[in-house]
């Protein structure tokens, strides 16, 4: 008797644990304009809740931002002091322009760059379920290199491309470019865990103080900072408890 007693004592207390966790777990309230808090270290990590994508070249990755480097091999022409002009061929972002004194049918660039550079930004990005305000993270500038394979590309321009060093070339040997190749490169600003003080402010996380919110290296413990994660996880070793009183049951009665 002793024995279901404490069971069902037990079960009590842990269906009562189990019908509250939604509200201990859930950090912020619902409202719809929440108070100013006082600064606290953030929890989680930066998420932008869609990918970027460079619809062009069918590029898309979840970030804070994505930007294509463009580069085309050109002529460039440079005047010495007596007057005599050196040639040189280099990679350069824009179109360079040859000075109409100096044309010739030997130095001649094509007349615009087939491509442009781009920078996309993510337009809402969160923290712990909760909208960061941009100026949170924009002085971040630490850019990374995405790779990218010549052969993802739409088909025209697959036909095109080859992939060097996780960059796509346009010419036929990326070793020996030659005037009019293109060089296109992508970078990307990326998400991930933050550390510093944080406020929230309107349902928006703002800089607590006046130093910056910097990156942070990912926490053991960040499976159990989500809400979810960490309900499913208490909910599993509740269940696993309940199993072993009902067996513990059992054999009292046997």
């Excluded at 179109?95 to 550079?117: K, S, V, W």
């Excluded at 402010?201 to 800089?207: D, H, K, M, Q, S």
């Amino acid at each position: 008797m002793t024995l279901r007693r404490a069971s069902f004592a037990a079960c009590a207390l842990f269906a009562l644990l189990f019908a509250t966790m939604p509200v201990v777990l859930t950090a912020a309230p619902t409202s719809a304009v929440d108070p100013v808090v006082e600064a606290v270290p953030p929890r989680g990590e930066l998420w932008p809740l869609t990918p970027l994508a460079d619809d062009s070249f069918g590029v898309s990755v979840r970030a804070l931002a994505l930007r294509r480097e463009v580069r085309m091999f050109q002529w460039r022409a440079e005047t010495d002091v007596d007057g005599s002009v050196r040639w040189s061929q280099a990679w350069a972002p824009e179109r360079i322009a040859i000075p109409a004194a100096l044309r010739d049918d030997g130095h001649i660039n094509p007349e615009r760059m087939p491509f442009q550079g781009a920078t996309w930004r993510a337009s809402t990005v969160e923290l712990d379920g909760r909208t960061v305000d941009p100026s949170l993270y924009a002085h971040f500038d630490d850019w990374e290199p995405f790779s990218i394979d010549a052969a993802s590309l739409p088909p025209n321009l697959a036909a095109s491309f080859s992939s060097v060093d996780g960059c796509v070339h346009s010419g036929e040997d990326a070793a020996n470019p030659v005037v009019g190749d293109l060089r296109i490169c992508w970078e990307v600003l990326p998400a991930g865990p933050i550390e510093g003080a944080v406020r929230l402010e309107a349902g928006r996380w703002l800089t607590a103080t006046n130093d910056p919110i910097s990156r942070a290296t990912q926490r053991e413990d960040f499976a159990l900072d989500a809400p979810g994660n960490g309900y499913w996880l208490i909910a599993g070793l509740l269940g696993g408890f309940l199993l072993l009183v009902l067996l513990f049951r059992g054999r009292g009665r046997n």
